[in-house]
């Protein structure tokens, strides 16, 4: 892999990166609205979208350590990830209740880094429990090296609803020079976290090294769907310390559908229900019976009647997020397009009867993302407006992208902590509380343990690999 010149700072667009977090606490009556209002100013609000209309935020990152046990290639995390301490337990639980605020019940929180495990199980356990307890989702990702079963048993115990493990070249882990050498360091995960309960998803990152190979991934994960969730695939992006910067001409989202799709053995309609920005995330659901995929979905226009008597449905049901309630009601009250989707399912069946014979019957439903993340330097204001990937600071929510763009800035903010003896502020970069938030103010820190661009720029070639 090539080695990049010591860190420049990318230049920016002010008017973007300088956009603020949504705020510490949610204040209007119906948390969908401003998602709603970003998708509609920039044209984005179509029949087929689903955010904004089912559910006010795709999800959002909680990043609970700057530390990484390996030294990805295309790594997100700032040039001094690996001197900042980790966030105190109640600035979590601060930053969950923002969450809750903005968001409310069933949001999906990622609990992130760097790379969570590296926190002790009982901070995981803990920040879990917290999670539950509000009754929001969790999901671990994490690149699985000390994601050990014990580990994810207790976690699960703990409230954990998802697992998503991220492994592809990108990470250089030993031994394993291919994707489809990789693949058993995915079976390996799967099996770890399989009868757990937990829902289990896979991160790739799609990069020119790997995109020969991403058919072969998406066959892994057509085999395997039967305990697997949903698979994202992320595209390279020009953010953070990763030493392989811009991407070039091959990778684009067209061709990475076009493998998946290759790989899968189906094609995909990745334009029927729409996630937020149709330049950030595409979406798409596959049915899978033995050796047999095809696209769940497909007749837009069927699918957005659909949509639309199910926002009927959860407007009389005075809720949203898809109530177990909305769909029968919504099913009622359309008897003929009930029907409708009745035919278009037992096409579907008739479509996998070949499979079926080999499945005994069963089929498997797994939702597959492509994820466009913007490059630090080419951040586009209306992508970062209609974002539904979100970071918790301490300010508020914000879009992931823009965070990524600014790490430092943000990670570097003094948290408010409320202690026994009032409130203090606590310094990521120092790790310790003061009684003032200028005290806790420190405009850089030193990268001391070098890792990305800083590793490549002291070293004449980059070494070949990481312990993984
Ligand atoms: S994180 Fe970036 S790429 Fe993803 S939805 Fe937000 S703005 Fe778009």
Same mark, same amino acid.
């Given at each position: 892999?090539?080695?990049?010149?010591?860190?420049?700072?990318?230049?920016?667009?002010?008017?973007?990166?300088?956009?603020?977090?949504?705020?510490?606490?949610?204040?209007?009556?119906?948390?969908?609205?401003?998602?709603?209002?970003?998708?509609?100013?920039?044209?984005?609000?179509?029949?087929?979208?689903?955010?904004?209309?089912?559910?006010?935020?795709?999800?959002?990152?909680?990043?609970?350590?700057?530390?990484?046990?390996?030294?990805?290639?295309?790594?997100?995390?700032?040039?001094?990830?690996?001197?900042?301490?980790?966030?105190?337990?109640?600035?979590?639980?601060?930053?969950?209740?923002?969450?809750?605020?903005?968001?409310?019940?069933?949001?999906?929180?990622?609990?992130?880094?760097?790379?969570?495990?590296?926190?002790?199980?009982?901070?995981?356990?803990?920040?879990?429990?917290?999670?539950?307890?509000?009754?929001?989702?969790?999901?671990?990702?994490?690149?699985?090296?000390?994601?050990?079963?014990?580990?994810?048993?207790?976690?699960?115990?703990?409230?954990?609803?998802?697992?998503?493990?991220?492994?592809?070249?990108?990470?250089?882990?030993?031994?394993?020079?291919?994707?489809?050498?990789?693949?058993?360091?995915?079976?390996?995960?799967?099996?770890?976290?399989?009868?757990?309960?937990?829902?289990?998803?896979?991160?790739?990152?799609?990069?020119?090294?790997?995109?020969?190979?991403?058919?072969?991934?998406?066959?892994?994960?057509?085999?395997?769907?039967?305990?697997?969730?949903?698979?994202?695939?992320?595209?390279?992006?020009?953010?953070?310390?990763?030493?392989?910067?811009?991407?070039?001409?091959?990778?684009?989202?067209?061709?990475?559908?076009?493998?998946?799709?290759?790989?899968?053995?189906?094609?995909?309609?990745?334009?029927?229900?729409?996630?937020?920005?149709?330049?950030?995330?595409?979406?798409? #659901? /596959?049915? @899978?019976?033995?050796?047999?995929?095809? !696209?769940? $979905?497909?007749?837009?226009?069927?699918?957005?009647? *659909? +949509?639309?008597?199910?926002?009927?449905?959860?407007?009389?049901?005075?809720?949203?997020?898809?109530?177990?309630?909305?769909?029968?009601?919504?099913?009622?009250?359309?008897?003929?397009?009930?029907?409708?989707?009745?035919?278009?399912?037992?096409?579907?069946?008739?479509?996998?009867?070949?499979?079926?014979?080999?499945?005994?019957?069963?089929?498997?439903?797994? #939702? /597959?993302? @492509?994820?466009?993340?913007?490059?630090? !330097?080419? $951040?586009?204001?209306?992508?970062?407006?209609?974002? *539904? +990937?979100?970071?918790?600071?301490?300010?508020?929510?914000?879009?992931?992208?823009?965070?990524?763009?600014?790490?430092?800035?943000?990670?570097?903010?003094?948290?408010?902590?409320?202690?026994?003896?009032?409130?203090?502020?606590?310094?990521?970069?120092?790790?310790?509380?003061?009684?003032?938030?200028?005290?806790?103010?420190?405009?850089?820190?030193?990268?001391?343990?070098?890792?990305?661009?800083?590793?490549?720029?002291?070293?004449?070639?980059?070494?070949?690999?990481?312990?993984?």
């Amino acid at each position: 892999m090539k080695t990049a010149p010591a860190p420049t700072p990318p230049p920016q667009r002010d008017d973007i990166v300088d956009l603020a977090p949504a705020g510490r606490r949610f204040t209007g009556a119906d948390r969908r609205a401003p998602l709603r209002k970003a998708l509609k100013r920039w044209g984005q609000y179509g029949p087929g979208q689903t955010a904004g209309r089912f559910y006010p935020m795709a999800c959002v990152a909680l990043e609970v350590t700057q530390r990484c046990n390996l030294d990805c290639a295309l790594c997100y995390l700032s040039d001094s990830a690996e001197m900042v301490h980790d966030v105190p337990l109640p600035v979590l639980y601060e930053r969950i209740a923002m969450l809750e605020s903005h968001y409310g019940p069933k949001t999906s929180i990622q609990i992130t880094g760097g790379d969570p495990t590296l926190r002790s199980a009982e901070d995981l356990e803990a920040i879990c429990r917290h999670i539950r307890a509000r009754g929001m989702r969790s999901c671990l990702m994490t690149n699985g090296i000390r994601a050990s079963r014990d580990l994810l048993a207790r976690l699960a115990a703990a409230g954990l609803d998802d697992v998503a493990f991220h492994v592809d070249l990108t990470q250089e882990r030993k031994g394993y020079p291919t994707e489809a050498s990789l693949n058993t360091v995915r079976e390996a995960y799967i099996a770890r976290a399989r009868g757990l309960g937990l829902r289990i998803l896979f991160n790739t990152t799609v990069f020119e090294g790997n995109l020969a190979e991403i058919p072969v991934i998406a066959g892994f994960f057509r085999a395997h769907a039967a305990a697997l969730t949903l698979v994202s695939f992320q595209l390279q992006a020009d953010t953070g310390r990763g030493v392989l910067r811009e991407r070039h001409g091959a990778v684009t989202r067209e061709s990475v559908m076009a493998a998946i799709s290759d790989g899968m053995g189906t094609t995909f309609d990745f334009d029927v229900a729409a996630v937020g920005h149709e330049a950030c995330n595409r979406y798409a #659901s /596959v049915l @899978v019976a033995g050796d047999e995929a095809i !696209s769940a $979905l497909g007749n837009p226009a069927l699918f957005q009647e *659909v +949509f639309k008597a199910l926002e009927e449905a959860e407007r009389l049901c005075g809720g949203y997020l898809l109530r177990r309630k909305t769909i029968p009601r919504a099913a009622l009250r359309n008897p003929w397009l009930t029907l409708r989707m009745l035919g278009h399912g037992l096409k579907l069946i008739w479509r996998l009867r070949g499979g079926l014979r080999a499945s005994r019957g069963r089929v498997h439903r797994l #939702s /597959v993302h @492509v994820h466009n993340f913007m490059d630090a !330097s080419r $951040l586009e204001r209306d992508r970062c407006d209609s974002c *539904v +990937f979100m970071v918790a600071t301490e300010d508020g929510p914000l879009s992931m992208c823009v965070h990524n763009a600014r790490r430092d800035h943000h990670l570097l903010a003094p948290a408010r902590v409320e202690t026994a003896d009032g409130i203090r502020w606590w310094s990521a970069a120092t790790g310790r509380l003061t009684e003032t938030p200028e005290a806790a103010e420190i405009p850089e820190i030193p990268a001391k343990r070098r890792k990305g661009r800083l590793r490549a720029a002291t070293l004449p070639a980059r070494s070949k690999g990481h312990p993984g």
